[in-house]
């Protein structure tokens, strides 16, 4: 019962799903101004001991911001990659604030939600055991 | 975590005659975790839809999507985006979620594929066990952090009923531990076993209606 994951790209169902967030994607984006505030509230930043790659913006920036940059180049790699930051590097416990108001639980939800366009998700290995995703 | 199980192929297929087109909506939350009603079992249930209906030679219109979370409106974007599309919403979330898509969308019937079953722990992979009935009066404090309301066949809160059997199991069915046998083991390991001498009067059984937190910190955003 081991799950097989797809090995191609569907190209039209990424583009379309990234052309209709696009603009928000390149907003949310930009208000970033990596003022680190965001890893005060998050909780797995601190029980990591202040590891930069729990904190939200880097996590966003990580996962989002590649899809962003790389619409049009996106490979199964790319996503495997974005995989383990947005679901292994946060739980969506919604908690994470931002001074300037960036959505940071949005983000990391659509992040999610492209991946899962390409069948991209933690599956069962074949030991039956889960993948850490939280 | 909520545990839930897939209703029979069968009785869905029953709930939602004439409603086509049909998104199947998984979520990413306790369903995903207890392997009902994540992502993989939304696929399943698509794949079995159109094998079922294949084989009796009618035609399904499916759609299918995942949400991090049909419990919180924040995770809504992409269903918002899409839902238009659909006659109706056939949902792999818990009741909370099910209730919570359909009043968000009160035109487009929602229909639960899965059964919500307790709220549990996991034991291995695929197993999960019912550990709390969500009473709203923990007495875990008192009984060694085992839970009488879930795990006594009664639900008695003052220790055994006296129809406990000698090898410790319970009156009403054998093949389960008597409550009161193991809490008083557990206190007995704490060295707590006065607990078992304070009394428990009766209680409000707070879970009989629906029920409404807001946490303390929050109160005051709340006050109008």
Same mark, same amino acid.
């Given at each position: #019962?081991?799950?097989?994951?797809?090995?191609?790209?569907?190209?039209?169902?990424?583009?379309?799903?990234?052309? !209709? !967030?696009?603009?928000?994607?390149?907003?949310?984006?930009?208000?970033? #101004?990596?003022?680190?505030?965001?890893? @005060? +509230?998050?909780?797995?930043?601190?029980?990591?001991?202040?590891?930069?790659? !729990? #904190?939200?913006?880097?996590?966003?920036?990580?996962?989002?911001?590649?899809?962003?940059?790389?619409?049009?180049?996106? *490979?199964?790699?790319?996503? @495997? *990659?974005?995989?383990?930051?947005?679901?292994?590097?946060?739980?969506?416990?919604?908690?994470?604030?931002?001074?300037?108001?960036?959505?940071?639980? @949005?983000?990391?939800?659509?992040?999610?939600?492209?991946?899962? +366009?390409?069948?991209? !998700?933690?599956?069962?290995? *074949?030991?039956?055991?889960? *993948?850490?995703?939280? | 975590?909520?545990?839930?199980?897939?209703?029979?192929?069968?009785?869905?297929?029953?709930? $939602?005659?004439?409603?086509?087109?049909?998104?199947?909506?998984?979520?990413?939350?306790?369903?995903?975790?207890?392997?009902?009603?994540?992502?993989?079992?939304?696929?399943?249930?698509?794949?079995?839809?159109?094998?079922?209906?294949?084989?009796?030679? &009618?035609? /399904?219109?499916?759609?299918?999507?995942? /949400?991090?979370?049909?419990?919180?409106?924040?995770?809504?974007?992409?269903?918002?985006?899409?839902?238009?599309?659909?006659?109706?919403?056939?949902?792999?979330?818990?009741?909370?979620?099910?209730?919570?898509?359909?009043?968000?969308?009160?035109? /487009?019937?929602?229909?639960?594929?899965?059964?919500?079953?307790?709220?549990?722990?996991?034991?291995?992979?695929?197993?999960?066990?019912?550990?709390?009935?969500?009473?709203?009066?923990?007495?875990?404090?008192?009984?060694?952090?085992?839970?009488?309301?879930?795990?006594?066949?009664?639900?008695?809160?003052?220790?055994?009923?006296?129809?406990?059997?000698?090898?410790?199991?319970?009156?009403?069915?054998?093949? $389960?531990?008597?409550?009161?046998?193991?809490?008083?083991? &557990?206190?007995?390991?704490?060295?707590?076993?006065?607990?078992? &001498?304070?009394?428990?009067?009766?209680?409000?059984?707070?879970?009989?209606?629906?029920?409404?937190? /807001?946490?303390?910190?929050?109160?005051?955003?709340?006050?109008?």
């Amino acid at each position: #019962m081991a799950q097989t994951p797809k090995n191609t790209i569907d190209r039209q169902k990424l583009n379309d799903l990234l052309d !209709y !967030y696009a603009a928000k994607m390149k907003r949310q984006l930009r208000h970033c #101004m990596h003022c680190t505030l965001c890893a @005060e +509230s998050c909780f797995l930043f601190k029980m990591h001991r202040g590891d930069p790659r !729990y #904190m939200p913006s880097y996590k966003v920036i990580n996962s989002l911001g590649r899809l962003y940059r790389r619409r049009k180049r996106l *490979e199964l790699k790319d996503l @495997e *990659e974005i995989k383990e930051i947005v679901w292994r590097n946060c739980v969506l416990c919604t908690r994470c604030w931002c001074p300037v108001g960036v959505n940071i639980p @949005e983000m990391i939800a659509l992040a999610r939600a492209v991946c899962r +366009s390409q069948g991209v !998700y933690p599956r069962l290995n *074949e030991n039956f055991q889960q *993948e850490s995703w939280l | 975590m909520i545990v839930a199980h897939r209703k029979p192929l069968e009785e869905i297929t029953d709930m $939602i005659e004439g409603l086509q087109p049909l998104l199947v909506l998984g979520c990413g939350g306790c369903t995903s975790i207890c392997l009902a009603g994540g992502q993989k079992e939304v696929e399943e249930l698509y794949r079995d839809l159109q094998d079922h209906f294949g084989q009796v030679g &009618r035609e /399904i219109r499916l759609g299918q999507l995942t /949400i991090e979370r049909q419990c919180n409106a924040q995770f809504f974007g992409e269903l918002d985006r899409r839902v238009g599309d659909y006659r109706a919403v056939l949902s792999m979330a818990c009741g909370a979620g099910v209730q919570f898509v359909a009043e968000r969308y009160p035109n /487009i019937p929602a229909l639960p594929a899965l059964n919500t079953d307790f709220v549990g722990v996991d034991r291995d992979t695929g197993w999960f066990e019912e550990n709390c009935r969500t009473c709203g009066d923990c007495v875990l404090g008192d009984t060694g952090g085992i839970c009488p309301v879930t795990r006594c066949a009664k639900s008695l809160f003052n220790g055994p009923c006296g129809g406990t059997r000698a090898d410790g199991t319970c009156e009403v069915d054998p093949s $389960i531990p008597c409550a009161w046998f193991e809490i008083h083991r &557990r206190l007995k390991d704490q060295q707590r076993l006065e607990l078992m &001498r304070k009394v428990r009067h009766s209680r409000e059984w707070k879970n009989q209606i629906r029920r409404s937190l /807001i946490q303390e910190p929050f109160r005051a955003r709340y006050q109008k």
